[in-house]
């Protein structure tokens, strides 16, 4: 899964003092900490749905809430955080976000045990907030961290290891979700979320109290000095192939979402695979292991094959695959759909970067755009639900096919500069 605002480093931020060595490898490493922990949450929701769904009796559309309000706080929160960030500064921006995503995690707990399907979702919508402030605060530290040539590199690491997140979740998720049923009369307890919920509670309060120990560079004063000359610059409605960016990363975001979160009841059909719930959980690994591993790839390929091409090429690469998932059967569609998680892994960075070339002083802005984007997470699995509900899981499935071939689209032509 990517990270908010990974790309929306403006140019004054290049004039923060770099700090010492050995105090930057450690603030480094927290950092690093955090985006894996994140990834990990984001990914808990693919175990998370089919449970409620279960749990609760729910259709589809209903159980896809779930990433409605996990979302839709990416949307909502982004830009008051960025408010609250520039108040607070960096160390108190990801001390009011770990504490914030940790009170999310504590609603788990009377949600489970009174039962209530609407307070899980005020729950997930306030771990979401907790993580947006987050990633407002740490996204652009990492660049400030080092060298600032190196910046790059940094966050291509600290992505490698969200996505290293989204990969164990599922595998461990699933265990202490899943695994921890008995018997079949324990697949209807929503109870057993709360141990895995209260765990990472504590673990976000343990790294808000550690976080106070680590230096961190400091807000300049400058930083918001370009916003003196925002009447000189152009409406972002001007820069089409910003605009398409932006269309682009919301189809992206609510494709990938999207599937993810139909993995297991896709898996648990019997013409597919006839998996339990335990058994899927554990499969959903490879789609965002994939991705992982496509990062790694797609970052060498790019050196020899143009990004627009290779997002080209991963989209009807995404297309055939998922048409193989809706058409086919058996373990051949089963790791149609599982691989579609490799043509994810470059496309947000490269969909994100294509979209902010050549604006200038509109980069910020741009940026900004493209990140409140990610709210397709929350709408598009939202309509695959009813998709679902209306005919099957299975045929489902176009609806993120659609959005791959705008993203072919963008690859071939929208993200010329106009």
């Not at 009841?265 to 719930?277: K, N, V």
């Not at 149609?336 to 980069?363: E, R, V």
Request: charged share 10%; hydrophobic share 50%; aromatic share 10%.
């Amino acid at each position: 899964m990517a990270s908010l605002g990974s790309a929306s480093v403006n140019d004054s931020e290049a004039q923060h003092a770099s700090l010492p060595e050995a105090q930057g490898r450690v603030a480094l490493v927290s950092l690093t900490s955090l985006f894996f922990i994140w990834g990990f949450i984001t990914a808990m929701n693919d175990i998370l749905i089919p449970h409620l769904k279960g749990v609760f009796d729910l259709t589809y559309f209903q159980a896809m809430l779930v990433q409605f309000c996990f979302f839709g706080a990416y949307f909502i929160v982004s830009i008051p955080a960025g408010y609250i960030v520039s108040k607070l500064g960096y160390k108190g921006g990801i001390a009011l976000g770990l504490v914030s995503a940790a009170a999310g995690c504590v609603l788990f707990v009377p949600s489970a045990k009174l039962e209530l399907y609407w307070m899980f979702l005020l729950g997930l919508f306030v771990l979401a907030s907790g993580i947006t402030i987050l990633q407002v605060a740490a996204n652009p530290l990492v660049t400030l961290i080092g060298k600032p040539e190196t910046a790059s590199s940094r966050l291509n690491m600290t992505q490698a290891f969200n996505s290293l997140g989204t990969t164990l979740a599922p595998i461990i998720g699933g265990i202490l979700i899943f695994g921890s049923m008995e018997s079949e009369s324990d697949s209807h307890s929503v109870e057993t979320v709360i141990l895995p919920y209260l765990t990472l509670a504590a673990i976000l309060v343990l790294l808000a109290l550690l976080s106070k120990f680590v230096a961190l560079p400091q807000q300049s004063s400058s930083e918001n000095q370009s916003a003196d000359i925002k009447s000189e610059r152009k409406s972002l409605a001007d820069y089409k192939h910003l605009v398409l960016g932006a269309v682009g990363i919301f189809v992206y975001v609510g494709a990938e979402v999207s599937v993810g979160s139909f993995l297991i009841s896709f898996l648990g059909e019997e013409h597919i695979a006839g998996m339990s719930e335990a058994q899927a959980a554990q499969y959903v690994t490879y789609f965002w292991g994939g991705a992982m591993v496509g990062r790694f790839a797609g970052a060498f390929l790019m050196q020899i094959v143009k990004a627009n091409r290779l997002l080209a090429i991963n989209s009807v690469a995404a297309m055939i695959l998922l048409a193989c998932a809706i058409l086919g059967s058996g373990q051949f569609a089963m790791w149609a759909l599982l691989l579609t998680g490799l043509c994810n892994s470059i496309m947000f960075p490269t969909i994100f970067s294509l979209g902010i070339a050549k604006l200038g002083g509109d980069t910020s802005r741009g940026s900004g755009l493209l990140c409140l984007a990610i709210v397709g997470g929350a709408i598009i699995p939202v309509f695959q639900g009813l998709l679902a509900d209306a005919n099957s899981v299975q045929s489902s499935f176009i609806l993120p096919l659609i959005c791959y071939l705008f993203i072919a689209f963008y690859g071939v032509k929208g993200y010329r500069p106009q």
